[in-house]
Each structure stands twice: as C-alpha cells, then as structure tokens.
C-alpha cells in the first residue's frame, strides 16, 4: 500500500471541483459534507478534494488539520472505493476540533455513499 497521498488521487483544478458540485449529489454528515459525482467509464480510481472555508475555522493549523485527518481516512480506504470524485466540505465548526470526531465523521459518509440505494417504484 502506498504510504503518500499522489497526484492521481486529488481534484486539483477549478475544473474538477465545480464539476463535481455541479452534479448536485451529496451526503451531510455531522460536521462534514460529501459532494460526489461518478468517474467516467474507464477510470478506476476515486479522487479526493477538500473545502475548509476560513469562515468557519479561522487558524490555518486548524484547516490544515482537518485536512490532513480527511486526507489519510481517505488514503486507508481508498482500495474499498468506487470510481468517483469526493468532494468533502466543512460544514459545521467542531468544537472541540477532534480528529477521532472529524475521521468518525468521514467514515461514516463513505459508508453511506457504498450502501447500495433501494429502486424506487413510482
């Protein structure tokens, strides 16, 4: 397994994130939100990108520490994912800022967007 976060697996252009908002898809946790589009037949791999807005934690090193918590959830679990673009934004201050509480948080957002979804008969 590979100890680093690559290249391949983030969204690193404008392009890519407002791609993924644009699909309109997204699953709200407790403190994070999950924002997701599907990747085009043949890719086989999911991307990451994150959003931690400065409105709700103010600290750089608060930021930078949900992103890393996010990042390395992520990269653990990356081989059990589907093909698709993650979107993941801050949506609610957490206070205290809890790494157990932000990676709990981001697990259980994987876990329902694998759920397989029940047909609805209309």
Same mark, same amino acid.
């Given at each position: 397994?590979?100890? #680093?976060?690559? @290249?391949?697996?983030?969204? #690193? !252009? #404008? ?5 993924v908002f644009g699909f309109r898809k997204a699953i709200r946790g407790k403190l &994070?939100? &999950?924002?997701? +589009? ?8 999911? *991307? ?5 807005? !400065? !409105? %709700?934690?103010k600290r750089a090193v608060d930021r930078n520490k949900v992103k890393r918590v996010?990042?390395? +959830?992520?990269?653990? *679990?990356?081989?059990? %994912?589907?093909?698709? /673009?993650?979107?993941? @934004?801050?949506?609610? !201050?957490?206070?205290? &800022? /809890?790494?157990? %509480? &932000?990676?709990? /948080? ?10 397989? *979804?029940?047909?609805?008969? /209309?």
């Amino acid at each position: 397994m590979e100890q #680093t976060f690559a @290249r391949r697996y983030r969204l #690193t !252009k #404008t392009d890519e994130f407002s791609s993924v908002f644009g699909f309109r898809k997204a699953i709200r946790g407790k403190l &994070l939100m &999950l924002h997701y +589009q599907p990747r085009p037949e043949g890719s086989s791999e999911a *991307r990451l990108g994150l959003v931690v807005a !400065k !409105k %709700l934690l103010k600290r750089a090193v608060d930021r930078n520490k949900v992103k890393r918590v996010v990042r390395e +959830q992520f990269r653990l *679990r990356l081989a059990g %994912l589907p093909a698709v /673009d993650l979107v993941i @934004r801050l949506a609610a !201050k957490p206070v205290p &800022l /809890d790494s157990k %509480l &932000l990676a709990e /948080d981001f697990l259980a957002l994987l876990n329902k967007l694998q759920r397989p *979804r029940p047909k609805r008969e /209309d």
